[in-house]
């Protein structure tokens, strides 16, 4: 069945460092992909997505990077700064135009100042 | 814009009682999904609400229902609490239109089932 699943659940970086963020998912059929911040006591905040026919996508800072050669997600935090430190999730677009997301468990992004 | 309000923020219940959530989504947002969040299972879609339809539903039991009015704000009900409903259940709302929209999710209401 469909499963996204985080390689780390806590990712220690110093300030300053870039940050990689790692997510496996197993449904090829996806076409849709997010990545999420929560941060304590918040909802998930929406970082950055990417479609299935890019491979690679820029934000402010942030950069996604999809393979699906070996259905891989990565986020890429460039000069991480202690505002960074949440927990961050990858999810995926089960059912092209609806909102049925399926997250992973999520990984903890610790910043050491 | 005010973002999606979620009231109340915590509750605590006990077995057998049930629970009535509800969100307000942004002005203009049409859909809205709702999810449990736990330490174990992490984030789980609960259903999805657009135009006052259930569109979309995750595999839950019978126990959790919701529904929509015609302003877009929406309620979640769980029936016969069990402990393991003991959650951060969040709403997310977004436009709901044909092709892939942004959520935007509320802070949360944080249920304790004793």
């Known amino acids: 069945g469909e499963s996204v699943g985080l390689h780390l659940p806590t990712l220690s970086v110093q300030e300053g460092d870039n940050s990689i963020i790692n997510c496996a998912y197993s449904?090829?059929?996806?076409?849709?992909f997010i990545w999420y911040k929560q941060e304590s006591g918040k909802g998930p905040q929406f970082i950055i997505d990417?479609?299935?026919?890019?491979d690679k996508r820029q934000g402010q800072r942030v950069t996604v990077l999809l393979n699906k050669t070996v259905k891989h997600l990565s986020l890429q935090i460039a000069a991480t700064q202690p505002g960074d430190s949440a927990v961050y999730f990858c999810?995926?677009?089960?059912?092209?135009?609806?909102?049925?997301?399926?997250f992973g468990t999520g990984t903890k992004l610790q910043v050491i100042p | 814009k005010a973002g999606v309000t979620q009231t109340p923020r915590y509750l605590i219940k006990t077995r057998g009682q049930q629970v009535t959530l509800s969100c307000s989504p942004i002005?203009?947002?049409?859909?809205v999904s709702w999810y449990q969040q736990t330490p174990g299972q992490g984030l789980q879609f609960l259903f999805e609400?657009?135009?006052?339809?259930?569109?979309n539903k995750g595999n839950f039991p019978g126990r959790f229902s919701g529904r929509q009015f015609s302003n877009s704000r929406s309620e979640m009900n769980v029936s016969t609490l069990e402990l393991g409903d003991s959650a951060l259940y969040l709403c997310?709302?977004?436009?709901?239109?044909?092709?892939?929209?942004?959520?935007?999710f509320g802070p949360g209401t944080r249920l304790t089932v004793t």
């Open positions: 997310a709302s977004s436009s709901g239109t044909s092709g892939i929209n942004e959520q935007y």
């Open positions: 449904n090829s059929a996806s076409d849709y």
């Open positions: 990417i479609r299935s026919n890019m």
């Open positions: 999810a995926e677009l089960a059912a092209r135009g609806y909102q049925k997301v399926t």
């Open positions: 002005s203009g947002h049409r859909s």
């Open positions: 609400y657009f135009s006052e339809t259930q569109r």
